[in-house]
């Protein structure tokens, strides 16, 4: 019992340290979940992957209209960022508020996007696209609505 309480500190303690917020204003929305924040005026921007939800890839059914809906929620605006680790593409993964708003959550919420999940773990955003289904917004209005993940293993990257 010792032990898991040693090991639970250390990871506490070791996550609280590497935690990060950070305001800035963001200057760019790549697609639905990608977008950069200048945080000092003096240094180029943070590319930043939103956490917790997964976007339709650009080139994928309902991409645009993700990229669209986060460009007008939050383009040249003052946002809050808080973040923990980088993604495999060298981008900050976060959590970005807008107005005291989780912009993950509006994206999901508002049928933009998939909350993320890893296994059997539980979605961070599983409520809000629960209920984006069950009103059939955005990318739910369609049939087959595809997740990015899915997408991605049977056509690749938009990017290539």
């Given at each position: 019992m010792k032990i898991v309480?040693?090991?639970?500190?250390?990871c506490f303690t070791h996550t609280a340290a590497i935690s990060k917020t950070l305001q800035g204003v963001v200057t760019h929305v790549s697609d639905g979940d990608t977008l950069w924040i200048k945080v000092d005026?003096?240094?180029?921007?943070?590319?930043?992957?939103?956490?917790?939800?997964?976007?339709?890839?650009?080139?994928?059914?309902?991409?645009t209209q993700a990229r669209d809906a986060l460009r007008a929620k939050i383009l040249k605006q003052s946002v809050s960022l808080s973040t923990r680790a980088k993604d495999d593409y060298?981008?900050?993964?976060?959590?970005?508020?807008?107005?005291?708003?989780d912009v993950g959550a509006w994206l999901v919420k508002n049928g933009h996007?998939?909350?993320?999940?890893?296994?059997?773990?539980?979605?961070?955003?599983?409520?809000?696209e629960a209920a984006?289904?069950?009103?059939?917004?955005?990318?739910?209005?369609?049939?087959?609505?595809?997740?990015?993940r899915q997408f991605r293993?049977?056509?690749?990257?938009?990017?290539?």
């Amino acid at each position: 019992m010792k032990i898991v309480l040693i090991s639970l500190l250390l990871c506490f303690t070791h996550t609280a340290a590497i935690s990060k917020t950070l305001q800035g204003v963001v200057t760019h929305v790549s697609d639905g979940d990608t977008l950069w924040i200048k945080v000092d005026p003096a240094a180029k921007p943070i590319k930043v992957r939103l956490q917790g939800m997964d976007a339709p890839e650009i080139c994928q059914a309902w991409g645009t209209q993700a990229r669209d809906a986060l460009r007008a929620k939050i383009l040249k605006q003052s946002v809050s960022l808080s973040t923990r680790a980088k993604d495999d593409y060298k981008r900050v993964l976060g959590r970005v508020q807008f107005k005291a708003e989780d912009v993950g959550a509006w994206l999901v919420k508002n049928g933009h996007a998939w909350s993320d999940h890893h296994r059997r773990h539980l979605r961070p955003y599983a409520n809000e696209e629960a209920a984006a289904r069950k009103a059939r917004l955005g990318l739910w209005a369609q049939a087959g609505a595809q997740e990015p993940r899915q997408f991605r293993k049977l056509h690749g990257s938009c990017h290539k």
